[in-house]
């Protein structure tokens, strides 16, 4: 079943893939177009985002636990990388320019916490196994754009290694959480576990309320 669990997060990655057209932020960080108010924004919002999504991981793990070890060795995982992103997000903050009083008057913009909100439903109501599928689809995308704007920051903005170690982060092939996420994946198949039509529900869901979390960081602040 190898090639078979290979072959879905392939075709399922492709299929969802994101409409070019649905990101206005990460062409204009590219550009250098961008205002600061936009990567303060960003910053500010993933203080939220990575916090949430590593609670929301840590559940599906403990889910697992039992009746599907697979999926939650891949959510463990996820919860770790998560708790190094939280540290390594400290220094972009402080890079634009936001000090503990700032941070904590910031209100969250609704448009990007719907994300984190919605994988916290499927922490709850999803099957580790189809999250395993929907979520390794939707990290595809997010991964390119971390990409993009961690060069961005250096060549446009200024921003030192340490800055940009969030993003460069995510932007790093992983092939450890690869071969775990097929393994999840094909336990999922194996057992029966895996709906692939709700599955790919999942990440539609996911692409579209990340599109709205990137769009919404163009809104005013409120």
Same mark, same amino acid.
């Given at each position: =079943? +190898?090639?078979?669990?290979?072959?879905?997060?392939?075709?399922?990655?492709?299929?969802?893939?994101?409409?070019?057209?649905?990101?206005?932020?990460?062409?204009?960080?590219?550009?250098?177009?961008?205002?600061?108010?936009?990567?303060?924004?960003?910053?500010?919002?993933?203080?939220?985002?990575?916090?949430?999504?590593?609670?929301?991981?840590?559940?599906?793990? %403990?889910?697992?636990?039992?009746?599907?070890?697979?999926?939650?060795?891949?959510?463990? =995982?996820?919860?770790?990388?998560?708790?190094?992103?939280?540290?390594?997000?400290?220094?972009?903050?402080?890079?634009?320019?936001?000090?503990?009083?700032?941070?904590?008057?910031?209100?969250?913009?609704?448009?990007?916490?719907?994300?984190?909100?919605?994988?916290?439903?499927?922490?709850?109501?999803?099957?580790?196994?189809?999250?395993?599928?929907?979520?390794?689809?939707?990290?595809?995308?997010?991964?390119?754009?971390?990409?993009?704007?961690?060069?961005?920051?250096?060549?446009?903005?200024?921003?030192?290694? +340490?800055?940009?170690? $969030? $993003?460069?982060?995510?932007?790093?092939?992983?092939?450890?959480?690869?071969?775990?996420?097929?393994?999840?994946?094909?336990?999922?198949?194996?057992?029966?576990?895996?709906?692939?039509?709700?599955?790919?529900?999942?990440?539609?869901?996911?692409?579209?309320? %990340?599109?709205?979390?990137?769009?919404?960081?163009?809104?005013?602040?409120?």
């Amino acid at each position: =079943m +190898t090639r078979t669990a290979r072959d879905l997060l392939k075709t399922t990655t492709a299929r969802l893939a994101p409409d070019p057209c649905s990101n206005p932020v990460v062409p204009r960080i590219a550009r250098g177009e961008a205002p600061r108010s936009v990567l303060t924004a960003l910053a500010l919002e993933q203080a939220s985002v990575i916090p949430a999504d590593r609670r929301a991981f840590q559940h599906l793990a %403990e889910r697992g636990l039992v009746a599907d070890p697979e999926a939650a060795a891949f959510f463990r =995982m996820l919860a770790e990388g998560e708790a190094l992103a939280e540290e390594q997000l400290e220094a972009f903050v402080t890079a634009c320019g936001v000090d503990a009083a700032a941070a904590a008057a910031y209100a969250p913009r609704p448009g990007c916490q719907a994300y984190p909100a919605y994988v916290a439903w499927l922490a709850l109501n999803g099957s580790p196994a189809d999250a395993v599928l929907a979520l390794t689809a939707n990290f595809s995308a997010w991964g390119g754009y971390c990409a993009t704007i961690a060069t961005a920051l250096r060549r446009h903005y200024g921003f030192d290694d +340490t800055a940009c170690a $969030f $993003f460069d982060f995510f932007a790093e092939p992983s092939p450890e959480l690869d071969e775990t996420a097929t393994a999840a994946v094909r336990a999922g198949l194996d057992a029966g576990r895996l709906t692939e039509s709700l599955a790919h529900e999942y990440g539609r869901l996911l692409q579209h309320y %990340e599109a709205m979390f990137w769009s919404a960081l163009l809104e005013p602040t409120p």
